[in-house]
């Protein structure tokens, strides 16, 4: 919001189409308001459409690319590509290079890093996801059988959320750090469970559960 209250009229203001609290901020916009949005055309911005990412203005669209252009993995991942699609156009930056950038762009480390597959198993380095929303955008993006390493330092946030989706989408969870046993106690009886101390104890662990075709989940 303070963003947009000390922006000009010659300013840009890039908003989701798909979050009302964003929209919300909308009539704060001193300037142009473009959007981007997974599941709407939009008149000025980016949007996802039939598996193409498009670009509007000026009352016309150009395709920057398809899905599968975009090496990372996860609905939000398309979302930010949408929204740098729409930054990058408002400085200027031509298409053909935006489509460069996004077929080269694997990633950042610690965010849905893929560190190796081993035996069948790929395990993901995600440990930048230090809240459960980002730790809950990281089970959205796999298909496969999740074995799941949470813990770390308790931090008092809500888990309640979390912990519905993981007890629906992960197989084993391996708990450590100073979050173990308050997770443990949420998630007593509603999924198969292991409690280490440490990280190096949860990977031996999730190595030695998961199977073939199994992600084993840092987040």
């Known amino acids: ?8 009229a010659d300013d840009i203001a890039i908003l989701s189409a798909d979050d009302v609290e964003a929209m919300g901020l909308s009539g704060m916009a001193n300037g142009r308001l473009r959007q981007f949005s997974l599941h709407t055309p939009v008149t000025d911005g980016a949007y996802l459409q039939n598996d193409t990412l498009w670009l509007a203005k000026d009352g016309q669209t150009q395709a920057i690319c398809t899905r599968a252009d975009i090496q990372l993995r996860g609905e939000h ?10 930054l990058a156009d408002s400085v200027g930056v031509p298409a053909e290079a935006m489509l460069t950038a996004i077929r080269q762009f694997s990633g950042v480390e610690h965010r849905l ?3 190796a597959t081993i035996n069948g198993v790929e395990y993901i380095n995600d440990s ?6 980002r730790a809950l955008a990281a089970l959205s993006a796999f298909d496969a059988p999740i074995v799941l390493l949470a813990g770390g330092k ?3 946030m809500v888990w309640e959320t979390w912990a519905d989706v993981v007890s629906q989408r992960v197989k084993h969870l391996v708990l450590f750090g100073a979050l173990a046993p308050m997770l443990a106690e949420k ?6 469970m292991t409690q ?12 030695e559960t998961a199977v073939s075709s199994d992600i084993v989940l840092l987040s």
């Not at 998630?187 to 198969?192: D, E, F, N, Q, S």
């Not at 280490?196 to 190595?207: P, W």
């Open 187 to 192: 998630m007593a009886g509603r999924l198969p």
């Open 77 to 86: 991942n398309v979302a930010n590509v949408l929204a740098a699609i729409t």
């Open 196 to 207: 280490v101390e440490t990280v190096e104890e949860a990977i031996e662990v999730g190595g």
């Open 128 to 133: 930048i996801a230090t809240a459960p929303e």
């Open 113 to 115: 890093e893929h560190v």
């Open 1 to 8: 919001a303070n963003i947009l209250r000390y922006q000009s």
């Open 154 to 156: 308790d931090k008092d």
